[in-house]
DNA sequence: CTAACATACTAAAAGCCTTTAGTAAACTGT
DNA sequence: ACAGTTTACTAAAGGCTTTTAGTATGTTAG
């Protein structure tokens, strides 16, 4: 019933278990003979060494772990993860890692961290100072925080404030008043006094110096979507509709929440962009194919990917280098949905 | 530099390494003092039990792998794969496991199943008597079957062959004979013998059988994209128009090939659906949102994610019950790109 | 006052592998 | 024919935890 151990093989091949270790890991210091018998062996009783036994003894499992800030089918609700992932993936294709995706168990970055076998982590959405963050440095386990601020880890982050002023200011310049501010609820946010710069409030900060310097009121709080996810942001429409909110145009602070501002505005009737101007923050895959093709903040996500991934593997390997703290620029990308 | 072991804070906490094992598994063996005291010096020196020996010991790592066909990063140019981590993942975060994504390292599944410290795996697109599947039968970790024929284990499915017909039969009633039909190119069917049923030939039987029953011929292979994504889809219909091509109607064995189709048809300056219809397979969240919205074959992606994670979960603990093949129905979902 | 039993804790084994240090045999050179 | 080396292999330790079986103390009951 049990898994073969290699005890069974190197008894069945006549060897000791060193043999047969040796076999797989370092052939050359056994006779050719002897390898092929222990391989042929390893072949009919469907051996292949213990990965946990491995990893034990090597303290490398060979995977590395991302850290979503919420349940991972939430996460996966915003298109921003597929292209994340393979950017991700990218370096672990190339390393031949296997990528774990871990969310909060029970509530808790630290337990999800010190439960999951992988060898380091990317650390989504949670910056540095953030208490959940704070205790995985006494931790022995490298990481790398992505949209977060850090100093003493390394971390990737893209100009969030700069492109949402720019998104917000091409808005502005065409003389709207009556915008709607669209945001996210970051799940991790909640446990932690303000100022915690989450990228949702990165940005907002962003908007919010443009209104300023367009002499434009910003108004009570944004609106707040409850997922950052096309239904999160297709309620939240609805929502303001609800209100009696009849803006001209919607800042959304992710392109998720914007495909859902169109969804809502096409169930209702409302032209975009002709009654109402739409931007998202991202420019995932997805934002060049809606309809009406989206304009929005480009960030390189899969870039930013990559960059976390090579940046954890340096950590784990290399690991003495000063940790380096990247921020990746945005470029404003005008498409359909804006006049 | 290393890891704190159990042995560190039973010395510091002038305990055995089994009083502190014990504060963590089984407090109440010891009396609440100890327990506190163990507690707070593990605190202070940022102990946590070593997830691999735990993993050695137990055999349970407390992940479920999901072993794709192909490189990771390509495999997530397939909008397929969010919503179906979405599923799978809804069952991970109920029951507190991380997702580990693997891929065939070193081109075999065997290898990647074998060295990743997952606990059981989905393996997606290639069935039971695929040569690289077989031999994982003799290994005793336990696997589901997505996209492909098993009896041997258990396995979920949806009615390709029927989802596809009714899709082919909808173009073909209105007239079209000159259909260009599109499928992808199955990573791992390279290495096989037909008739292997992966999808995209089960798909394809789909369309042959409809043109056959409307007496159109079937002419060559279909187009094949190199990669089963937006920018494959794209590629492979310019390359088409190259070649001279000018179908009426695209049949699409996935909706990634579909919006390339769209995308393409753009740049070129074909209308949708008036010059050309075009048709997917997946009924993916984008294509609700495509321009123009895409008419597909609604097959439950999150569904299947879910009761393929349900049907690993039950095998793992559970173990003895037959294997189930579930197989989830199709339905065609008429949107815009179509008459 | 002793047998029976909890209580609070520990020593040692088990889980499976890799690696280090070492042995026995075969070979080399003189 | 013998010291020195290489080759082919093995025993045992180590990596970190959990668990089983057991010990020492204290408590209760007869």
Redo the contacts with the bound molecule.
């Keep these: 019933m ?2 073969v ?3 069974e093989v190197a008894r069945k091949a ?9 076999t ?3 052939p050359s ?3 050719p ?2 390898v092929r018998r222990v391989l042929a062996v390893a072949e009919e009783l469907g ?1 292949a ?2 990965p946990h ?2 990893a ?3 303290s490398r499992a060979g995977a590395i772990g991302m850290l979503v800030p919420e349940d991972i089918s939430d996460a996966f609700a915003n298109p921003f993860y597929a292209p994340f992932v393979r950017g991700v993936g990218s370096i672990c294709d190339e390393l031949d890692l296997s990528l774990m995706v871990v969310s909060p168990h029970e509530g808790s970055l630290e337990k999800g961290i010190t439960k999951a076998p992988a060898d380091g982590f990317i650390v989504l959405g949670a910056g540095e100072k953030h208490p959940d963050v704070s205790p995985l440095y006494r931790r022995r386990v490298p990481f790398v925080i992505v949209d977060g601020d850090a100093e003493k880890a390394p971390s990737v982050n893209v100009e969030d404030e700069k492109g949402a002023h720019e998104a917000a200011s091409r808005l502005l310049a065409r003389g709207h008043t009556d915008i709607l501010v669209m945001t996210f609820l970051n799940p991790r946010s909640q446990l932690v006094e303000a100022p915690f710069h989450d990228i949702a409030s990165r940005r907002q900060s962003g908007y919010m110096r443009a209104f300023e310097e367009h002499g434009v009121a910003w108004g009570e709080a944004p609106a707040e979507a409850k997922q950052c996810s096309i239904e999160g942001g297709d309620e939240r429409m609805k929502a303001a509709w609800s209100d009696g909110h009849r803006p001209t145009a919607v800042l959304c602070a992710a392109d998720a929440l914007a495909f859902g501002v169109l969804l809502a505005a096409e169930k209702r009737g409302v032209r975009v962009p002709e009654d109402l101007e739409v931007v998202g923050f991202d420019d995932v895959p997805e934002a060049a194919l809606s309809r009406p093709a989206l304009s929005t903040v480009r960030q390189p996500i899969r870039e930013k990917g990559r960059i976390a991934a090579r940046l954890l593997t340096e950590a784990l390997d290399g690991g003495g280098s000063s940790p380096r703290s990247i921020v990746l620029p945005t470029e404003w990308v005008p498409r359909r949905t804006t006049l």
């Design positions: 049990s898994r151990t290699i005890a006549g060897v000791s278990p060193t043999a047969v270790s040796f797989f890991n370092r210091e056994l006779s003979a002897t051996y060494p213990n036994a491995k034990l003894h090597s």
